[in-house]
């Protein structure tokens, strides 16, 4: 239509020196994202940011993230896909994975150079230093690549790059897109939280236990007592929704900075927890509460949908697990669909039990838990319409859209003032927008999974969003962790700097040999010192030197 106008109306030689002009501008548009018509209305779903950028060459782009097999099988894609689809002028390829496969289908999918453009996973953040190794060797072996130098077109996603510096390379580039977890560090306590069967302590005469030894006789009595009064042997007293998490609560009254099983400093020197002094008191309270049967007898063999289910059903009386609205609006979705009695009057969270020095500990975790990557086979064109969709996840709008879905279709928004259009009447909107929109775990994870104190204040939205109770009991933990506890000091700047692969001296080998000791009868302690000695004797002192000098590099 354009070059129809300018034959009719241009004389032959301007017409040529327009259109070199016209080819030209067209070129360098396609470096990157092209500058917006100054005539064109602003598109008031996008952000300021991204409002003096256009998207019109159209791009397929996969993506792969956890657990969207729903999004990734559907015939036509959902009304919030198309929603993104049609802004961003894009198709996407969404690449499922699971929580159990994800690790081993990236490495497969690497080798094969099949990368999706974009996808999540687990490197940096990890306590596992084979998990930090992997982001040391996917830009090693050329499987990720770095992204653009010049991104101040997107000044939220600057902002999260800029909070995380040392998530830089040694090369000083950026590979690493943090999903941002809690924004107030504060708000990291609710991680590692102990919900408990309030109305069995009740029925027991039990109030909140005060040391480890009244933890232990409580959660006993859970498992011994018939604290539901059916006279049927069919209770268990603690578990963990993830094994990798045991003891994250529990830890915090033992000792405190052993919970996460990452590394710590110590007399200047950067040694993994479990190799302290201190965790062999963990060592020997476990071995007491699975003695006792504090500790579920199966918690080593169960899955973190098992024991979840366990607890929902009235199996078991205290879960380790988290406090965050949407954690505790998972649980009770679960509680509804296998149990009659009323969560909101059998549900609490119990507060955190002094450690041996008086204090009362809580949780810290890092700014972001998990990150995002760009393929190498993203050129820079699609790369910028990548972070223009992550900049838009991040911004007020986009999570508007996450939270509450299509605007005029789910929701109205005018003068601060939110009405939901959907029915929620049985359920939370998080769950009914789940139901409607299977892609909306991945919006609303790509690029950032927590929140802010705004999520924990019980109010219309959130109680659309999660449940009443739930945000009641998610603020009534984090107010309380924030008036009475100390949060654990951890060196970040060490964790999150990559660490060699191993196999001998890894977390999860560690673990392995923790559980040993406890499962296996007898001296637990003298087993424990065994297995270290074991790691001594085969170099860990030697890895842990090599992984404090690359850090000093």
């Not at 040694?170 to 306590?189: C, E, N, Q, V």
């Not at 991680?191 to 480890?212: C, I, K, Q, T, Y």
């Not at 019980?458 to 009991?473: A, K, Q």
């Amino acid at each position: 239509m354009i070059q129809k106008f300018i034959r009719k109306h241009l004389p032959t030689q301007k017409l040529i020196v327009l259109l070199c002009v016209v080819l030209l501008l067209s070129t360098l548009g396609t470096s990157g994202c092209a500058s917006r018509d100054a005539n064109q209305e602003p598109d008031r779903r996008l952000p300021g940011s991204l409002q003096n950028l256009s998207f019109e060459e159209h791009l397929d782009i996969s993506v792969g993230y956890w657990n969207i097999e729903d999004m990734a099988k559907a015939i036509q894609p959902d009304g919030m896909t198309q929603y993104i689809e049609e802004l961003f002028n894009i198709t996407l390829h969404p690449v499922s994975v699971t929580w159990s496969n994800y690790k081993e289908r990236y490495q497969i999918l690497s080798a094969t150079h099949s990368l999706p453009d974009i996808f999540a996973t687990l490197t940096l953040s990890s306590t596992d230093n084979n998990d930090s190794a992997t982001f040391t060797n996917m830009i090693e072996t050329g499987s990720i690549r770095a992204l653009p130098e010049d991104i101040s077109s997107f000044p939220v996603l600057c902002q999260v790059l800029e909070s995380t510096p040392f998530t830089r390379y040694t090369d000083g580039k950026y590979y690493a897109i943090p999903r941002i977890s809690f924004l107030d560090p504060l708000l990291g306590a609710t991680d590692a939280a102990m919900l408990v069967r309030r109305d069995w302590m009740n029925a027991l005469g039990f109030d909140d236990p005060e040391s480890l030894e009244e933890f232990a006789e409580m959660t006993a009595a859970f498992a011994n007592s018939d604290p539901d009064g059916n006279g049927l042997d069919d209770t268990l007293g603690y578990n963990v929704n993830s094994l990798a998490a045991l003891g994250k609560w529990v830890i915090l009254g033992i000792a405190p900075e052993c919970n996460v099983y990452s590394w710590v400093e110590e007399n200047g020197r950067f040694v993994p927890s479990w190799t302290t002094d201190a965790f062999r008191d963990v060592v020997l309270a476990y071995s007491m509460l699975y003695d006792t049967g504090s500790l579920d007898p199966q918690f080593y063999s169960k899955s973190p949908i098992n024991v979840l289910e366990d607890f929902a059903s009235g199996r078991l009386g205290a879960l380790e697990y988290k406090s965050s609205p949407p954690s505790l609006a998972e649980l009770k979705d679960k509680w509804d669909a296998l149990n009659d009695l009323p969560f909101e009057e059998c549900v609490d969270v119990l507060p955190i039990f002094p450690a041996p020095d008086g204090v009362r500990y809580s949780n810290s975790s890092n700014i972001f838990w998990s990150e995002s990557y760009l393929s190498s086979s993203v050129d820079d064109k699609k790369a910028e319409r990548i972070l223009a969709l992550l900049e838009f996840l991040l911004s007020e709008e986009g999570q508007r859209l996450c939270h509450f879905g299509l605007e005029g279709t789910d929701y109205t928004f005018e003068d601060g003032q939110y009405q939901c259009l959907l029915d929620v009447e049985d359920e939370n909107l998080t769950m009914v927008l789940a139901g409607k929109y299977p892609s909306i775990s991945l919006f609303s994870g790509i690029a950032t999974w927590g929140g802010g104190w705004s999520d924990f204040e019980v109010n219309t939205m959130n109680d659309l969003r999660y449940g009443n109770y739930n945000t009641f009991l998610a603020q009534k933990s984090a107010i309380w962790c924030r008036d009475n506890t100390t949060q654990v000091t951890r060196p970040y700047d060490f964790l999150l700097s990559p660490k060699e692969a191993t196999d001998q001296f890894s977390t999860s080998r560690a673990m392995d040999a923790f559980i040993q000791c406890i499962i296996g009868g007898g001296d637990a302690l003298a087993r424990w010192d065994h297995a270290l000695e074991n790691m001594r004797a085969r170099g860990l002192e030697e890895y842990i030197d090599r992984q404090n000098q690359i850090f000093r590099q």
